[in-house]
């Protein structure tokens, strides 16, 4: 970054370093895959819940990856990023069996594209590495920023695998939409997450053994001074080989409190988007529920403190006799790509599945609780503690059978251990 260049100067001098730019390199790796295709046969999936192009106010200025690129020596420029990258496959020091959920063993390759209302969106693979942008940069003073959460596995087809992508998509761009950025077009998004899977192909742990973590990140890089939408933006997809997200396994029950002074969203917020600035507000509860032993909270609603909202990163499911309960998505809660399979897995298994607002008092006499999501897949519930009362579910250390048969269910399907009638898996390299 040359030392001295007021923000606007910057800016004026990124705009015009960016306008030989005239094609997206992006379309450039011209993958039309099968999920691209059957994004393209689902026209639904490709309505915009808002205009593509970010509000007027954000057309005045630009910061582009073309400077940003000129400014790291090191790495490679946007046009080079368009070039087919491949990580090397020198995963020997990666033990498999003790993967854990974290960023010990990233991925190599990354996917990066840059947006301004005047060029469009531009990008590529690049080397992992650190995103420069300045201090006015628009998400470190306002925060818009939305990400996502995906896994790529290997199956039991000898291949690697992508679970509804589709689904993230469109949450990204609704995300996108809540926060005045603008959505990244489905293609791209597609191509983003498919091409950093290829690439690091090498990092996919063996079936069974741990997936290939993906995260997609969509943040206003573009500097601003006084509130607004930032000028330009920038969609990352990084990646990272994993585990089990709870420390203890993946089907050891975990033990949960239910926060009684703070909420996660409320009315009329965004709970409902998988915003950066829902998370850190749920840290202090949640360090402070693992000080004393637990391994997350419960949120309740924001109006009543009555009724039970999700934990702080997946869904929350109760189960007595045949029937399955979640909250219902009123815009508080994040609609998991997790949770609306497993409302339809167990429909389709002859269960009676309810999105009823679930009162904490019945939780807590519920036959078996389970939570959600893509990283804990389906994590059993051992304890839910509340108003210092401990409920226990089912057999100490075990899972309990509903959810048991649903986290089996989930799984084989998304390792193509089962047949997939949903067409829910979706296939992105023999590699
Ligand atoms: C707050 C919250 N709720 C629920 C989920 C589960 O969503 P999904 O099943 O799409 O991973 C997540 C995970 O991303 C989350 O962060």
Redesign the pocket.
């Known amino acids: 970054m040359q030392s001295g260049l007021s923000d606007r100067a910057a800016t004026r001098q990124c705009c015009s370093a960016s306008s030989t730019h005239t094609e997206h390199p992006w379309r450039r790796h011209g993958a039309t895959h099968c999920l691209l295709h059957r994004l393209q046969l689902a026209p639904s999936l490709l309505k915009a819940p808002v205009a593509r192009r970010a509000p007027k106010a954000a057309r005045v200025q630009f910061y582009t990856s073309a400077t940003l690129a000129a400014e790291r020596p090191s790495e490679t420029t946007a046009s080079d990023a368009a070039s087919p990258l491949k990580a090397s496959d020198a995963t020997g020091h990666i033990n498999w069996d003790s993967l854990g959920f974290g960023v010990e063993h990233i991925a190599p390759i990354m996917f990066r594209a840059t947006y301004t209302a005047e060029d469009g969106w531009q990008g590529g693979l690049e080397p992992y590495g650190p995103l420069e942008m300045l201090p006015s940069a628009q998400v470190l003073n306002y925060g818009q920023s939305v990400f996502?959460?995906m896994k790529a596995q290997r199956s039991a087809r000898g291949r690697i695998v992508l679970f509804r992508p589709e689904?993230?998509a469109v949450?990204m761009r609704a995300g996108a939409a809540r926060l005045s950025m603008p959505p990244p077009p489905m293609e791209l998004y597609v191509e983003a997450v498919t091409s950093a899977v290829r690439a690091n192909a090498a990092w996919v742990p063996p079936r069974g053994r741990g997936s290939l973590y993906l995260r997609p990140l969509l943040l206003g890089t573009g500097p601003i001074l006084g509130l607004g939408p930032a000028p330009a933006y920038t969609l990352v997809v990084y990646a990272a080989a994993v585990g089990c997200y709870f420390k203890c396994g993946q089907l050891t029950p975990i033990d949960l409190i239910v926060e009684e002074r703070f909420h996660?969203a409320a009315p009329g917020g965004m709970?409902g988007t998988?915003a950066a600035g829902?998370?850190s507000p749920v840290l202090m509860t949640q360090l402070a529920a693992k000080e004393q032993g637990y391994n997350d909270v419960v949120y309740l609603d924001a109006k009543t403190d009555t009724y039970l909202e999700?934990?702080?990163?997946?869904?929350i499911f109760t189960v007595t006799g045949r029937t399955i309960r979640t909250p219902p998505l009123e815009g508080t809660?994040?609609?998991?790509?997790?949770?609306?399979?497993l409302i339809e897995l167990a429909r389709a298994r002859g269960y009676t599945v309810e999105e009823v607002p679930i009162p904490v008092a019945d939780a807590m006499e519920a036959d078996e609780v389970f939570t959600?999501?893509?990283?804990?897949v389906v994590s059993a519930v051992g304890s839910i503690t509340y108003q210092g009362r401990r409920r226990q579910y089912g057999e100490l250390g075990r899972p309990s059978p509903v959810t048991l048969e649903m986290y089996e269910a989930l799984t084989s399907l998304q390792q193509e251990l089962d047949d997939d009638p949903f067409g829910w898996v979706v296939p992105v390299c023999e590699c």
């Open positions: 996502e959460g689904e993230n949450r996660r709970g998988k829902n998370y999700e934990v702080s990163s997946c869904n809660i994040l609609p998991g790509v997790t949770r609306r399979s959600s999501g893509t990283a804990v």
